[in-house]
């Protein structure tokens, strides 16, 4: 595909978020809950976070996307992940997966294996080390960001990794950082945009997973929805470091929040810096 | 009564939460649970959540108010939700409830039951698709916003619903939207503030809940409590999206609590559109 | 020591937490959760909160300090504090404890006194009403906030009170109040900074004990540590209020995380007022 193509397709899927307003179902954590319901309501969809056993399916049912998040996992709240995951399956609605600091410890390492094995998911979105940790390579995770030796091995590996991933899970997975690496197994798209200040608020991974799962909600094509998403975000963040980045991480926080709920395909065509590996 | 004592009432009721500073004992979502106790202490009251079983009944004795929300229930919270409904009751402590998304799920259609069975409610507070569930009525309930066609019944089958509810339960019952509709059962007030931006950050509604119960924790007459909650936030948000609407919803979030903590007997004197149907 | 040194001490501990980025594990309530890992990134510490009890030992071993805070506690989360405390404590990680609600029900009188008797706390930190509980005085606990009778003992019993805890418990105690009083038994430091309108919003307490986790992730001086934590958000604190405190409690929010992100060495060590009582 060309990258002008690509490129308006994605603004294409921005405005489908917005007109369509997809019910993005979450079973998320705690911590950064409520940004990814304003990130979700921001670019034009609509939240809902359920955890129960008793009502996953019936939520995921009549949602149009599926987001799961191990960030603050419990055994209550990982067997609906893994309920809702299938429903979702059965009923062909897409699942995003964000595997919260895997690699951490066995729990969360057991769960997303439970998550892979058992659920087919859309698209896979996790740091450096929680991805290199899927792949079955050496991850130095560090509580839930990225390590630093994780990130040395850098654009090549992680090309190759998402590539791998891709392929195996049949899914899109994309790999967040300096350079956002994504694949679907045929295609390494690399994103340039995004600011450092983003890793000094919490939630600006879960916020990007939620707002690939809003345009997955209303896009047929994953890779365009997952490069929209991340797009969002980071491009989100550009514009916030921009007007806030100096003032502190409060304002930075809320400026993000604002520059997603402004954004729109023209200002997301004009910023992406967006090429093919 | 006429318009203007009720409106000059209202106020009163405000300044009452500024002096006495009810306790507010919530057992709500972890979704908007931040922005509720924000919401909460920023109009005067004082918030506490708590939702174990153990200690929820000893909680709720030491406040002046209970909120029940059911945004993201589950087996161990429905539970807490019934015992320290029961016991707010046995202490005549009024409690609010916020059907969070009832008419979703069958989870929430019998938690909903339940409550409205075994707990006497003081106010009820939700939307159009949350008490026409509750009523009986169809409802198109899609997660936890009102859907279109709830809303185009209008303001007739609306007022004929908060009146039957508001009857048979002996409650308050609060539909909140456009315009919102409240009725104890004998009278029918119609308040016109807002802004559409309120539906566009998440727990607009669940905050809205906090304030009557805050106002609930300070009054006896209910009607004037849930009025003057409901007021407080959709003045709060008329004069937060003057400020920072076109800033984007970070900023207008913030601006929302902004609001409530500088809103006063006057402001709200001022600004109210009250009417009685 | 001498109060210059001291001083300087706690400058030269807040560059060792920019510096070393120390991972804080939490095990916290849901309400301030969000604003108490956004506090941890702005001082420059890593945090993550994790509370299943099958990965809460693997979370505190890679971790440099431990935060236990029952602000919502439950059958749940209680067992798993219980047992990451004694993993800590095996591998000699501080633990700082925040009492949330202490006196206000059996359940988290229990909880207290179980995580007294089974874990060896670093840094004990809480308001007047829970420390008095604590120490076995009458406490009038109303809720989460200190009760103005606890107040009016004033300095004179709240410096007995720390100082025996300290001692009994062989750790640092903290009373957060308009004077903060510390103690490590022998010592009894008297901290001047902050503003009434820090408890105008919800978690600020919480955010207090994050920050003094992060302080003694990176420093072994836990009376040092204490008192920076402290201070970097009582100083936080009075930014805020002078650039937003006027404008509202969200704006005013919003400064307290800008400020806490910009604190350095130099202004912690300009606007420190403490003395040795």
Same mark, same amino acid.
């Given at each position: 595909m060309e990258k002008k193509e690509f490129i308006e397709q994605m603004g294409r899927a921005l405005e489908a978020v917005r007109s369509k307003k997809p019910l993005i179902h979450h079973i998320t954590n705690y911590v950064t809950v409520n940004d990814c319901a304003n990130a979700t309501?921001?670019?034009?969809a609509s939240p809902i976070m359920a955890d129960d056993i008793g009502e996953v399916e019936a939520i995921t049912s009549i949602s149009s996307a599926l987001v799961l998040n191990i960030g603050t996992l419990n055994g209550r709240t990982i067997e609906s992940m893994l309920v809702a995951g299938k429903k979702a399956n059965e009923m062909n609605?897409?699942? =995003?997966?964000?595997?919260?600091?895997? *690699? +951490?410890?066995?729990?969360?390492?057991?769960?997303?294996? &439970?998550? /892979?094995?058992? =659920?087919?998911? &859309? =698209?896979l979105r996790g740091n450096m080390s929680e991805i290199r940790f899927i792949a079955g390579l050496d991850a130095a995770t560090k509580g839930v960001d990225a390590s630093e030796s994780d990130l040395e091995g850098g654009l090549k590996i992680g090309c190759r990794v +998402?590539?791998? !991933?891709?392929?195996? /899970?049949?899914?899109?997975?994309? !790999?967040? *950082?300096?350079?956002?690496?994504?694949?679907?197994?045929?295609?390494?798209?690399? /994103? *340039?945009? *995004?600011?450092?200040?983003? &890793?000094?608020v919490t939630g600006t991974g879960c916020m990007c997973t939620s707002l690939v799962a809003s345009f997955c909600g209303a896009s047929k094509d994953h890779l365009i929805a997952a490069a929209g998403g991340i797009l969002s975000m980071s491009i989100a963040g550009e514009i916030a470091a921009e007007k806030a980045g100096k003032i502190g991480n409060g304002s930075f926080h809320m400026a993000i929040i604002d520059a997603i709920s402004k954004m729109d395909a023209k200002i997301l065509i004009e910023k992406a810096k967006i090429h093919e590996a």
């Open positions: 309501l921001a670019i034009g609605i897409p699942v =995003v997966f964000d595997p919260v600091g895997a *690699g +951490a410890s066995d729990l969360r390492n057991k769960t997303t294996q &439970s998550i /892979l094995n058992e =659920v087919k998911i &859309s =698209v +998402a590539e791998t !991933i891709s392929k195996n /899970l049949g899914c899109v997975t994309a !790999i967040t *950082g300096a350079t956002d690496i994504l694949s679907d197994g045929q295609h390494i798209i690399l /994103l *340039g945009n *995004g600011t450092k200040l983003l &890793s000094r």
